[in-house]
């Protein structure tokens, strides 16, 4: 699904735009930053109802390329400089987690897969 | 080759604006170095986990990150006050963190685990009142 696809599906508002051809691949929804990190696998968009900077910071580290904040929740001017600097696109929705999930997936986007690491605990 | 020093950083205590500092300098150098990806992103994702904890949890420490035949090996030290109970804090979902720590996601209960899932060695010195000494390595194939 192309990022395009994505602004369309849940009525995004730009905050730091991005190349509407970039590939989503698969995506998260999480508010816990280490539930993030739990999955080193490669994705390509987080969706999350946190604000602060240390969300760009952990989409840094696992190379997340998109940021949707949900339920119209305004990042701070902190977290926008960030992302600016790290080449992190962040975008405003004004549904919900849940309902923002949904969509996606009905859409054809899937999560990523658990590796096995996880499943063998 | 032998062990060499590639970045080291102190880490204040409650400095979470710097949170994430060390772990994303850490990507830039390791991608220098034409370290995997895959690999890098573990590192990262160590990193940045220890980091969390020494601004969250301690009274300050650093971090001293060297690559070595063996891998990319992280020291993460603080001056205290220590984990009480090692084993507790490795259980998914235990946490001592503050209100003010769970609003910005993290103190989940999960940043250890993380850190064990992605190292390929861990050592952790620890105890009531003391200071903790951690040693992580994330192999490099």
Partial sequence: MKLAEVKEILDLEPLVPGNDDLEIVTACGADLMSDVLAFSQEKSLLLTGLTNPQVVRTAEMIDIKVIIFVRGKRPPEETVQLARKKGIYLYLAKKPLFECCGLLYEKGLKPEKINRLDLEE | ?141
Avoid at chain 2, 16 to 35: A, D
Avoid at chain 2, 74 to 86: A, H, M, N, Q, R
Avoid at chain 2, 104 to 130: C, H, Q, W
């Fill in chain 2, 1 to 141: 080759m032998k062990e060499q020093l590639i970045l080291e950083k102190a880490i204040e205590k409650g400095d979470f604006n710097s949170g994430g500092e060390v772990s994303s300098k850490l990507k830039e150098l390791l991608r220098k170095l034409g370290v995997r990806s895959e690999v890098i992103r573990k590192a990262a994702i160590v990193t940045y986990e220890l980091e969390m904890n020494v601004i969250i949890h301690s009274e300050g420490g650093g971090i001293r990150v060297t690559i070595a035949p063996e891998g990319i090996i992280l020291y993460v030290e603080d001056t205290g006050p220590g984990i009480p109970d090692l084993k507790k804090a490795f259980q998914p979902g235990y946490s001592t963190a503050s209100d003010e720590v769970r609003e910005m996601g993290f103190g989940a209960g999960m940043g250890l685990n993380n850190v064990k899932r992605y190292s390929d060695n861990l050592d952790i010195k620890t105890g009531p009142g003391e200071a903790t000494r951690i040693r992580a390595v994330i192999n490099l194939s």
